[in-house]
């Protein structure tokens, strides 16, 4: 079942936040959220395994609702290099499978 | 370089032609997996290997496409009798995984783009 993204686009301003979502309709295992720019490989950003469980580096962060079967992005103080399509990829509850990504977020950050 | 490398990555072929891309993953990753992409869409999951052994395929790999990973090491993705549909970005992914509670990252390469004329 593959999750679903929200927004499909949005465009930032520097230094302006953003949250992309992504939901699933069946229970998860974990959630992995990638970074692509146009013609480069997916860029591994971080992976969510346990229900609550909250990670960050930098201005980016991410949580896992393991109840609402959701995750959340959080980009904080844009900057340019943000730009690019956000993927989040999801494992069924057995873990240790392919991963099924969303359609992306196309995040563009303007100065 | 120590990432995951692909080759070629462009690939211009007639319909109807076959096509073999190559794969060669982190050094040590016991996975690797092949998905394709096509534009504004997220990396559909093609096959993946544990070793040498296919593990699983997705209902998107015709009878067409094959894959092989003959000594655990790098990994070959021939498609025969090329369509037009067939184009796309196919992307190989790496991981050290298999283990129970662990966490298992992919690691993907640049990408082959195929376009079928």
Redesign the interface.
């Known amino acids: 079942q ?1 999750p679903v993204q929200s927004p499909q686009a949005v465009i930032l301003r520097e230094g302006e936040d953003a949250v992309i979502n992504c939901s699933s309709s069946k229970a998860l295992y974990s959630v ?1 959220w ?1 970074r692509q720019k146009h013609g ?5 950003l971080m ?1 969510l ?1 346990k229900g609550g469980e909250q990670k960050g580096h930098d201005k980016i962060s991410a949580s896992f609702n393991e109840k609402k079967q959701q995750s959340s992005l959080y980009l904080t103080a844009s900057q340019l290099s943000y730009s690019g399509t956000y ?1 989040c ?1 999801t494992e069924k509850p057995s ?2 499978t ?7 977020t196309r995040l563009s950050v303007i100065a | 370089d120590t990432g995951v490398s692909q080759d070629p990555r462009h690939k211009i072929t007639k319909r109807g032609q076959n096509v073999t891309f190559r794969c060669d993953p982190i050094s040590e990753h016991n996975r690797l997996y092949w998905y394709r992409q096509t534009l504004g869409q997220g990396p559909e999951f093609l096959t993946y290997f544990q070793n040498e052994a296919q593990l699983e395929k997705s209902r998107l790999l015709s009878d067409r496409f094959s894959a092989e990973r003959p000594k655990g090491s790098f990994s070959t993705l021939e498609i025969q009798r090329t369509e037009q549909g067939d184009s796309a970005m196919y992307l190989c992914a790496s991981s050290l995984g298999g283990f129970r509670g662990g966490q298992e990252t992919q690691y993907f390469g640049p990408g082959t783009r195929l376009l079928v004329l």
């Open positions: 593959q992995h990638y480069e490989a997916p860029i591994f992976i395994l993927f990829g873990g240790n392919p991963l099924v990504f969303g359609k992306g």
